[in-house]
């Protein structure tokens, strides 16, 4: 994502990059520094003191978690020069917690899993047999990501262990900042879908308007993340009801810039289920990408007040591209915690 944003900017400008230590991205920036924790009381500060300092336009984040503080504080950011571009707090709220994402969802008639939070099963004792009618189960964590703490069970037994297990998860891991809004119930459950994987890149602009909704099949996963996909188009059948999907969705959250978003059609259903969303460039991105669309480009050209060209930029993904991602080593570099470091030199 860095190098393609650094493409996009054509030598117009530069871009930052600000992360852990042992980011590899690090190594592909014009320049990085490290922040303060997400929840830190400082980190907002030294962002706005970096937009400043360096001039920078446009904030983008890749992180789930970063995105509800950022939209916090977009006004911030836009008397500091610079341009935050996440989607506003409900829709981040919407995303980042599944069971409202559940409730939202169908309330705008889209389809998804069905859901329950696990202290309303566990309080009633019912029996995960006869949980949604029967079948295997989903249990993850409510406010989660990257397939962390997720679990298929079958059975009360295997439905208790797999509660425990992903309540250990959620302590151990970052979940547990955005966990403890919601103490005791931050373990869903939902009924195991059987089918073929999508995912959506739904692109709208700066200003939240609608462009278009990019489609691809899911051929191999890791970690929660795409590995290897093909990009569909017209002729596959599928496509038009994705397709409608991605402009449905768009109209009942309203985001800003591209959503991520993982759909689940059952075999002979013809229906499509929306099992996550991520307000943000996803791990599928890169698919669209290689086959040709350049939504990196359609930001800096909305930056510029461009609607036309960046629209152009986000409709070239190519029908039948197929693509995978391929492992890559990188030394990483001596960071320094305190300074912002350039090709060019350092500026503390």
Same mark, same amino acid.
């Given at each position: ?11 117009? !400008? ?11 991205? +690090?190594?592909? !920036? ?20 970096? @937009? ?5 336009? +446009? ?10 503080? +950022? ?39 889209? !389809? @998804? ?169 996803? !791990? ?29 930029? @986000? ?27 350039t090709g060019s030199g350092k500026h503390v």
């Amino acid at each position: 994502m860095v190098d393609y944003f650094k493409e996009a900017l054509r030598g117009e !400008g530069l871009v930052f990059v600000a992360n852990s230590a042992m980011s590899p991205a +690090l190594t592909h !920036g014009d320049g990085y520094f490290l922040t303060p924790l997400i929840y830190s009381r400082e980190y907002i500060p030294f962002l706005l003191d970096k @937009c400043r300092e360096l001039k920078i336009g +446009l904030l983008v984040s890749l992180f789930d978690i970063d995105l509800p503080v +950022l939209a916090a504080h977009r006004d911030d950011f836009s008397a500091a020069g610079t341009f935050a571009a996440v989607s506003e707090p409900e829709m981040l709220r919407h995303c980042n917690d599944k069971y409202d994402m559940y409730l939202k969802l169908r309330e705008g008639g889209i !389809g @998804c899993p069905e859901t329950a939070l696990f202290p309303v099963l566990h309080g009633v004792q019912e029996e995960a047999s006869e949980l949604f009618g029967g079948g295997p189960v989903i249990v993850k964590p409510r406010f989660g990501m990257g397939s962390i703490g997720l679990y298929r069970a079958v059975g009360r037994t295997e439905l208790q262990g797999a509660v425990a297990m992903c309540s250990r998860e959620i302590r151990e891991t970052y979940l547990k900042y955005e966990s403890a809004e919601a103490p005791g119930q931050s373990v869903i459950v939902q009924k195991a879908l059987n089918g073929t994987e999508y995912g959506l890149d739904v692109i709208c602009d700066l200003d939240r308007n609608y462009v278009t909704t990019i489609v691809r099949r899911k051929l191999g996963m890791r970690s929660g993340e795409t590995d290897e996909a093909v990009i569909l188009g017209p002729e596959d059948p599928e496509y038009d009801i994705l397709q409608d999907t991605g402009r449905k969705l768009a109209a009942l959250l309203r985001p800003r810039g591209l959503t991520d978003v993982d759909v689940m059609m059952e075999p002979g259903s013809g229906k499509p289920f929306v099992i996550d969303i991520n307000a943000r460039f996803g !791990g599928g991105y890169p698919f669209s990408h290689i086959a040709g669309a350049d939504v990196p480009r359609a930001y800096v050209l909305w930056m510029k007040g461009e609607d036309s060209e960046a629209r152009k930029a @986000c409709m070239g993904a190519k029908a039948g591209t197929h693509g995978f991602k391929d492992i890559a080593l990188k030394v990483m570099p001596a960071a320094q915690t305190d300074e912002t470091v350039t090709g060019s030199g350092k500026h503390v």
